[in-house]
């Protein structure tokens, strides 16, 4: 029976995004094979690679580097940016032993955990407690941390590859927790969790459009900011905190942080709240800057009749090498 050329071309671009997504797997899985130390020496190579090729993440890096650090010099940035290329890899990397690894493997990675005391005391309530994990070091072991000490329930988003999405929720969930959508349902079941006193897990710093955002100051630069969190804070009265896991050198394992949240992320001024939010955020990244996650796009949008920044820089590029 012949294929109509419409079908082929839907059915070939399936094929390949299966066999993107098998072979990322299959990468996952053997990388969890090393030892942490080899694994970030592995991922730092990529690191390189990825300092001397153009691509859309370096460009919006570069662009977001030059948004937040707006006084250092241009050699500064490029050593930045450099290093979070070198971490960006180990992010990468890292997730073999991260997805796979058993649980006394994944806590042994741990060497350090401050400010515990604010999750006592926030969970001394009985209100539960709001944890935001923004994307600075290995986030996914802050979530993996949360599952193990604590009754976890988090927001979670399918990746785009839809081949990878069970791979990756079965990982993330392995050790109890338990994931809900990005959609009236998980927000109910987050509400649900936090009057049982539990965890609920949060990215606080993703671009949630301009349907349930409002901008706010992010490193000084106007960011569309969830106000999902201080909504969920204000309604149940639970404690915010941040959690963030720094990665150290050579391999060496991890240092968490808990971070107390200021007062005001609570505030039914969602300005003032969203102000707050970002503001812990920026907290987090002072801990290590080139562990945060610079190639994403927090400052996408038009605002006040100015271009969005990545365009600009696009165009100011365009222009350089046509001069």
């Known amino acids: 029976m012949s294929v109509s050329p419409s079908t082929s071309e839907q059915v070939t671009p399936r094929l390949s995004r299966r066999l993107i997504a098998s072979t990322l797997c299959v990468a996952i899985r053997l990388l969890s094979f090393t030892f942490l130390r080899v694994n970030h020496f592995y991922g730092a190579c990529v690191g390189r690679v990825l300092s001397v090729v153009a691509s859309d993440m370096k460009h919006v890096a570069e662009t977001n580097l030059r948004i937040a650090f707006p006084n250092q010099t241009e050699g ?4 930045l940016l450099r290093d979070y ?7 990468m990397t890292e997730l073999g032993p991260l997805w796979s690894w058993n649980r006394r493997r994944i806590s042994n990675l741990i060497t350090e955990i401050r400010g515990k005391e604010h999750v006592t005391e926030a969970l001394s309530h009985g209100k539960g407690v709001i944890v935001l994990v923004p994307h600075f070091g290995a986030w996914e072991l802050s979530g993996l941390h949360l599952s193990l000490e604590y009754q976890v329930v988090s927001l979670y988003r399918p990746p785009r ?3 990878l999405a069970a791979f990756v ?4 969930e ?3 927790a338990v994931l809900v959508p990005t959609n009236v349902s998980g927000v109910r079941a987050l509400r649900k969790s936090l009057k049982l006193n539990q965890m609920t897990g949060i990215l606080p710093d993703q671009d949630p459009g301009d349907e349930g955002s409002v901008r706010a100051p992010f490193f000084g630069y106007s960011a569309r900011t969830m106000v999902l969190v201080s909504r969920l804070a204000a309604k149940s009265q639970s404690k915010v905190v941040y959690l963030a896991a720094e990665r150290l050198p050579r391999g060496a394992g991890y240092r968490l942080h808990y971070l107390p949240a200021h007062p005001d992320i ?4 969602e300005l003032v709240a969203a102000s707050a939010l970002n ?5 987090v990244i002072k801990i290590a800057p080139p562990q945060y996650l610079w190639g994403y796009k927090r400052f996408r949008g038009r605002i006040a009749g100015k271009i969005d920044p990545y365009k600009q820089a696009k165009q100011a590029a365009s222009k350089r090498r046509a001069a």
Not at 76 to 79: E, F, G, L, M, V
Not at 85 to 91: F, N, Q, Y
Not at 266 to 269: H, I, N, P, V, Y
């Open 169 to 172: 929720k079965n990982a993330r």
């Open 76 to 79: 500064q940035r490029r050593t």
């Open 279 to 283: 503001q812990g955020v920026e907290d």
């Open 85 to 91: 290329l070198a971490e960006m890899g180990k992010t």
């Open 266 to 269: 609570a505030s039914t001024d």
């Open 161 to 163: 590859l839809s081949g």
């Open 174 to 176: 392995r050790f109890g």
